[in-house]
């Protein structure tokens, strides 16, 4: 009995809101006394609505009271605490401070099972008994604890909100429906909690959907993932293979040249030394016989010196020395300028190549439908422009290449001197530019004269004879843009469109070669679209120009 009251006595001096002894202790108006941090940690709760309450007997206070530290009752704690009294120890249902407490229960607060959206009230197992067993409050609708039932109460009128103004987006009271509200779109605050389930729920499938659809695309981005790793790896070693094939090859090519030339050294120099030795030995029998002459010569006996002159002066026949002909410095210097000649050719192969090379990787694109748009801008375009030079090879013999960089062609009226190639264009006033085009590029044409046309054709376009095949737009290996001074003309597999836009000197040709796309646009202040195709493309393609008339130019337009 007597721990008993020693119990009830701390009870006494603890806190009802954090259940620990009273720290900078206050009274509020009804008499109860907190730790001065709880009582403003629960009145801020209820700042929104400006009514504060004590937490054990409801009494609400307008405005909030100002809060003073009880001196008398922290000496007094302060003396407690020196005595050895402690607060009690929560009981496994005591509320804690983030805990919602039992509106009904007086002193130490249990926490609460259940809130009354009726009674507006939350209750501990106990006191909740009575909604379960009394039909008084059967039909009362209980939810989880909330610490914010006071929002369901009509600021204004000071009753429950079970209606819902579909005007305003508000809930209001029965009072609120036939005041401020009056002729508003009205209904039951469950009929409007039904309708916007059913739209909740509605929204909640399009979300499970969008979900579906976002691991979908999430798992198709990794297999993408995947298959670009796979890729690149296999670029990677297909590239080393190549690289190392090519190393190889020219290593055995070094290797060749070494041999044949120090195989052919040791040719020359055994004839050399062959040669040597003949004209040794024939030294050493002039050494002798020149002996034996000057011994002869003397002689003092005459008959002695005429019978030994036939014999002695008989010479042999002298080895032919005709065949050397020296050339100083000039032995293998041949093999080592061809050589060079030949590195320059790589060289230029390489340096030509490897932009192809270099824009193939950098095209690599996963996410095509948000990057393979077409530019919209001028200034998008030039971001993929390409400096394109024409292939002496291909040019035909009547048109005149520039002497800078092979990038304008004029038709002339005299043949030029062009030495003959298999891929020359001989009929028709042609030219294929060096660079072949397999990703997304731009170029632009300048252009003069009565009949340009800016084409581009695959590289196995005809180049002889007079038939539809070696011409630019007369069959299915190119496409060509005919400019004249008032019109342009579409050509593909020799039928011809007409297209309509402004005439400009210049034309800008965009090609995405993956994608299948080819635009021909009319250049001036503004850049507008003449004609665009859309086709799959199965090779490399080339730009082109064809000259129709003499003194017609084309010029390929450097844009960086």
């Known amino acids: 009995m007597a721990q008993q009251g020693a119990q009830l006595d701390q009870e006494n001096f603890s806190c ?6 009273l720290k900078d202790p206050v009274a509020i108006p009804c008499g109860h006394s907190y730790c001065m941090s709880c009582i403003k940690k629960h009145w801020e709760r209820e700042d929104q609505r400006r009514i504060y309450s004590c937490p054990q007997c409801r009494q609400t206070f307008t405005p909030r009271p100002v809060l003073m530290k009880n001196t008398m ?26 805990d919602v407490a039992c509106d009904f229960c007086t002193g130490r607060k249990l926490k609460a099972l259940k809130s009354c959206l009726q009674c507006l009230a939350s209750y501990c197992e106990k006191h909740l008994q009575p909604h379960y067993e009394s039909p008084t409050f059967k039909k009362h609708k209980l939810v989880d604890p909330s610490e914010k039932l006071q929002e369901n109460i009509c600021s204004r009128h000071d009753e429950v909100m079970k209606m819902f103004c579909r005007t305003d987006q508000q809930s209001i009271c029965s009072l609120c429906s036939v005041d401020e509200h009056k ?19 509605v929204s909640r499938l399009n979300i499970q959907q969008r979900i579906q659809d976002r691991e979908k695309d999430v798992k198709l981005l990794q297999q993408e993932v995947e298959a670009v790793s796979r890729s690149a790896d296999k670029a990677v070693e297909d590239s080393e293979k190549i690289f190392t094939e090519l190393i190889r090859l020219l290593q055995k090519r070094s290797s060749d040249v070494k041999q044949q030339i120090r195989s052919q050294q040791e040719t020359e120099m055994s004839r050399v030394k062959e040669l040597q030795e003949k004209l040794q030995q024939e030294i050493t029998e002039l050494k002798r016989k020149d002996a034996e002459l000057k011994k002869l010569s003397h002689t003092e006996d005459h008959n002695q010196f005429l019978h030994n002159y036939p014999s002695v002066s008989q010479l042999s026949e002298p080895t032919d020395s005709s065949s050397i002909n020296i050339h100083p410095l000039r ?35 996963v996410l095509l439908s948000d990057t393979k748009t077409e530019p919209k801008t001028r200034a998008g375009f030039l971001k993929y422009s390409r400096e394109i030079t024409l292939d002496p090879n291909t040019v035909h013999t009547e048109l005149l290449l520039s002497s800078e960089g092979n990038r304008k062609v ?67 290996k190119s496409v060509m843009l005919l400019c004249d001074s008032n019109t342009y003309t579409f050509w593909f597999n020799n039928i011809s469109t007409p297209v309509s836009g402004p005439v400009s000197s210049r034309v800008g040709v965009y090609l995405d070669h993956r994608a299948g796309i080819l635009s021909f646009y009319s250049i001036s202040e503004t850049m507008t679209l003449l004609h665009r195709v859309q086709t799959t493309f199965t090779q490399p393609l080339y730009a082109g120009v064809k000259l129709n008339y003499v003194g017609d130019t084309a010029e390929f337009c450097k844009l960086k």
Not at 81 to 93: C, F, S, V, W
Not at 183 to 201: F, I, N, Y
């Open 410 to 476: 004029k038709r002339m009226s005299q043949q030029q001197s062009y030495f003959n190639h298999p891929e020359r264009f001989n009929k028709y006033y042609q030219v294929l530019s060096r660079e072949s085009l397999t990703t997304r590029c731009y170029w632009e044409v300048e252009w003069s004269g009565r009949g340009v046309g800016v084409a581009v054709a695959y590289k196995n376009i005809s180049r002889v004879g007079g038939a539809n095949g070696c011409v630019f737009g007369l069959n299915d």
């Open 331 to 365: 032995y293998f210097e041949d093999v080592t300028a061809a050589v060079s000649e030949l590195r320059d050719k790589l060289q230029d192969i390489l340096k030509e190549e490897w932009t192809n090379i270099s824009l193939a990787v950098t095209e690599v694109d």
């Open 16 to 21: 009802s809101i954090c259940l620990d002894l």
């Open 183 to 201: 002729g508003h779109d009205t209904v039951s605050a469950a009929a409007e909690r039904t309708e916007r389930q059913r739209k909740l729920e």
């Open 73 to 98: 009752l922290a000496a007094l704690m302060e003396q407690l605490k020196k005595t050895g009294l402690q607060a009690a120890p929560a009981d496994l249902g005591c509320a804690e401070h983030e």
